[in-house]
Nanobody
Framework: EAQLVESGGGLVQPGGSLRLSCAPSGFTVNDYDIGWFRQAPGKEREGVLCFRSRNGITNCADSVKGRFSISGDSVKNTVYLQVNSLKPEDTAVYYC?????????????????WGQGTQVTVSS
């Protein structure tokens, strides 16, 4: 059974950084596109923040480009989301998702498997 497990969230002060991890089981990061999403309290889930395609192409949304970056480690079978210069408005549950039915999807419906999420709270 395909599963995704996120980790690395926590409480961080404004300006701080975190590295979130997404570890699939049942498939490899070279077989699926992996995207990171977030949902803030009381808000709808945003479109993809960053993605890493199954052939290693990466990109991030303009809204987070320059602060967030995505990378993958095929040996560890893990995709990372590096989040820097965090702001209180980045507070959200961050989810990774995987797709092999769409290519570099932007929307949540284009992804087939989802992790349980990891909480990021930015507060002083």
């Amino acid at each position: 059974e395909a599963q995704l497990v996120e980790s690395g969230g926590g409480l961080v002060q404004p300006g701080g950084s975190l590295r979130l991890s997404c570890a699939p089981s049942g498939f490899t990061v070279n077989d699926y596109d992996i995207g990171w999403f977030r949902q803030a309290p009381g808000k709808e889930r945003e479109g993809v923040l960053c993605f890493r395609s199954r052939n290693g192409i990466t990109n991030c949304a303009d809204s987070v480009k320059g602060r967030f970056s995505i990378s993958g480690d095929s040996v560890k079978n893990t995709v990372y989301l590096q989040v820097n210069s965090l702001k209180p408005e980045d507070t959200a549950v961050y989810y990774c998702a995987a797709s092999n039915t769409h290519y570099v999807g932007v929307f949540g419906y284009e992804y087939d498997y989802w992790g349980q999420g990891t909480q990021v709270t930015v507060s002083s």
